[in-house]
Every structure is written in C-alpha cells, then in structure tokens.
C-alpha cells in the first residue's frame, strides 16, 4: 500500500508559478516511479509528468515542456511539480499517482492505467 497526500495547489494569475508537493509513505519510495496527473472540469484526466525511481529520467506532456519541472527527493519521500509561465488552460485537479508494479522502473510511464495509488488531488486555479 501507498498514501499519497498532495499539496500546494492555489490561485494564481497567468504567467505566474506554483510548486506542488507530493508526499508519499508505506513502500520504499525510492523503488517505484511517479507521475502527475490532471483533470479539468469535463474533461479526461490527462498526463503532465513522470519521473523514474531515481528522477534520472523524465517525461512531460507536449502541453507543459519548457514550463513545468518534476523532481523528486527520495530522503523525503516527496515528489515535485513545478509550474512556471502558468496559462488558464492548466486550471485542474492535480493528481500524482505511484507506479508500483514495475520495481524501479528506468523508463517513466504516461499511461494512467500503469499507475497503481493516486492521490486525492489539489485544486491549480489560472486566472487570466
């Protein structure tokens, strides 16, 4: 079993920046990849980022390149989303989301269907 327990979601203007948290405890963190997910009202719930067991491999979505970072920080069993140049088409529910059944896994994955916990989300509101 894996808890995860976002933070850092808010209201911010167009152009500003925002860094999520994503705090995770049960497994040995450092074993499994993680990613974030998104979902806008009415929408699917579409992939933003994921990084591997040892954040030496990366993969974001075409939307966010350039403007978005994920890292994490194995000691604190934390991962990270931050989000600069925001635009109000990233107003979302953020999830991250655990990839557990693939043990260190070295390429990340963009399938949410891979992932195995999720957390409950945090709110990212882009006003224009």
């Known amino acids: 079993q894996v808890q995860l327990v976002e933070s850092g979601g808010g209201l911010v203007q167009a152009g500003g920046s925002l860094r999520l948290s994503c705090a995770a405890s049960?497994?040995?963190?450092?074993?499994?990849?993680m990613g974030w997910f998104r979902q806008a009202p009415g929408k699917e719930r579409d992939f933003v980022a994921a990084?591997?067991?040892?954040?030496?491999?990366?993969y974001y979505a075409g939307s966010v390149k350039g403007r978005f970072t994920i890292s994490r920080d194995n000691a604190k069993n934390t991962v990270y989303l931050q989000m600069n140049s925001l635009k109000p088409e990233d107003t979302a529910v953020y999830y991250c989301?655990?990839?557990?059944?693939?043990?260190?896994?070295?390429?990340?994955?963009?399938?949410?269907?891979?992932?195995?916990?999720w957390g409950q989300g945090t709110q990212v509101t882009v006003s224009s």
């Open positions: 990084i591997s067991w040892s954040g030496g491999s990366t």
């Open positions: 049960g497994r040995t963190f450092s074993s499994y990849a």
């Open positions: 989301a655990a990839d557990v059944r693939l043990f260190r896994r070295t390429v990340p994955t963009p399938t949410a269907g891979e992932y195995d916990y």
